[in-house]
Structure formats: structure tokens, C-alpha cells
């Protein structure tokens, strides 16, 4: 557990400590999340998923799924699919690919929760992040529901990290069939190619975004000048590609 100094000044209600450990957890501020959690003397299951949930996105994975382990020792509270969306978040965020594997399985057979489209997602992140892309690929062709763009872009965002060309295309063909106006996932693959080196497909892809009237919305900064004033810089939208450059 991440140590912080707790001082119980107020007797928070379940509603209003939820509220707060959400605040900080989707503020950045885990430490007064806990705070938050500890001082609390009523937690229903809101309370532990919006920890498990915030440690697991922000990065402290360890104490995430330590704090599972807690709750499931619990009698009046049980875990549901939410919980182990942020679990299986934990375990992509450690590269902890068994225990990842071990949760998916044990949502179904323990606490009786058919996974939904965020669990396989997840699980495609998980496997995605340790590098097994192959695994991943065919996890999605056997998902009991229809993966939809974020599964594919996952997978997509996987093979760009460890420069796999070939699968990258693959998650590109399905991803266009359910979507073909997202500019990032044409960039994505063109960064793909580029990163291999193969700089007539990075083009081709270009190409292909022209084609389909598909623009990349410009990049910016804003820097902020005085009291007053904020300065905003535009960059090049869509670079061109060479051999001495990639896909931005």
C-alpha cells in the first residue's frame, strides 16, 4: 500500500466519499484518494472499484490488486464487472500476463460475470503490452462478442510498440471495416511501416487517407504568454514521408 498520513476530520458518508476518491483518482491525486479510502468507515463496492480503479490507471498496480485480494475477503461486498476492468488494468500495467489471465477466468467461474466488451478489451491490452500479438490476434477471433474499433485500435497501438507489420495490417483491415474516418488509426499503421523501414507502405497509407478525404487534424501547443494572453502554435497536420522521416 502506497503510505499516506491519515486524519479522519470528517465522518464521510458512502455517496460523498465515492465522490471524493473519484475526484482525486481521475485528478491524479492517488495519495488523497486513499486518504480518502481509509478514513472512511462505510465503503460499499463503488468504494473499492473507484480505488482499485484509480491506482490501476495511474500506475500502482501492486496495490491495486492487493487491495482486490482484500476485498475479496469481504463478506458484504462482492466484486462486479467493474471491479475487474480496473484488476485486469492492473495486471497489463505490471506485465503480470498469468494473473491477468487467472482474473478473466475467474469473473466467470467464481462470481458468475460474463465479460463485456471492456474485459476483452483490457485482456488485448494485457497481452498486447507483454508483446504477444499473435496470442492477442486470435484472442479477439475467439471473443464471444463482436470486438469492436477500440479492441482493433488496441491491437493496432500493440503492433506499432513492437513493430510488427504484418499484424498491424491485419488490425487495420478489420479496424477500416468498422470505421474509416479516424485519422489516427491510418497514422498508426503508417507509423508502422515507417518504423520497419517500408516507406512505400507508409505512402501507400497516405495515399489511402487522400483517397477517402480522410485529413489529420493539425497538432498545437498552447503556451500561455502573460496574465492575459495565451499564444497557440499549429504544426504540419501531414508531413511527408521519406526516408529520413516517419509518420507524425
Not at 475526484?23 to 491525486?29: D, F, H, I, V
Not at 498496480?61 to 480496473?86: C, H, W, Y
Not at 497536420?237 to 509518420?247: F, I
Request: include cysteine.
Amino acid at each position: 500500500m502506497l503510505l499516506v498520513n491519515v486524519v479522519p476530520l470528517l465522518d464521510l458518508s458512502v455517496l460523498l466519499g465515492n465522490a471524493l476518491i473519484d475526484m482525486y483518482a481521475k485528478c491524479g491525486s492517488i495519495e488523497l484518494a486513499l486518504q480518502v479510502f481509509q478514513t472512511m468507515r462505510e465503503k460499499d463496492v463503488t468504494t473499492w472499484n473507484s480505488v482499485i480503479g484509480g491506482l490501476a490507471f495511474h500506475g500502482h498496480a501492486k496495490e491495486s490488486i492487493n487491495l482486490f485480494v482484500e476485498m475479496q475477503r469481504l463478506k458484504n461486498i462482492k466484486p462486479n464487472d467493474i471491479t475487474f476492468v480496473g484488476v485486469i488494468v492492473a495486471c497489463s500495467h505490471a506485465r503480470s500476463v498469468e494473473e491477468g489471465r487467472r482474473y478473466f477466468k475467474l469473473m466467470r467461474e467464481r462470481y458468475n460475470i460474463e465479460p463485456n466488451i471492456r474485459h476483452y478489451g483490457c485482456m488485448v491490452d494485457l497481452l498486447g503490452r507483454a508483446g504477444l500479438l499473435t496470442e492477442a490476434f486470435e484472442f479477439i477471433a475467439k471473443m464471444e462478442i463482436e470486438p469492436n474499433a477500440i479492441v482493433w485500435r488496441t491491437l493496432l497501438g500493440a503492433c506499432r510498440v513492437h513493430g510488427n507489420v504484418e499484424l498491424g495490417r491485419l488490425a487495420n483491415e478489420r479496424l477500416l471495416k468498422i470505421r474509416r474516418d479516424e485519422s489516427g488509426d491510418y497514422v498508426l499503421l503508417s507509423n508502422i511501416y515507417a518504423s520497419a523501414g517500408e516507406w512505400d507502405g507508409a505512402e501507400e497509407v497516405r495515399k489511402l487517407m487522400d483517397d477517402g478525404g480522410v485529413s489529420k487534424e493539425a497538432g498545437r501547443s498552447l503556451i500561455e504568454a502573460d496574465d492575459r494572453a495565451l499564444m497557440q502554435f499549429l504544426f504540419d497536420s501531414k508531413p511527408k514521408l521519406n526516408s529520413r522521416s516517419q509518420a507524425s
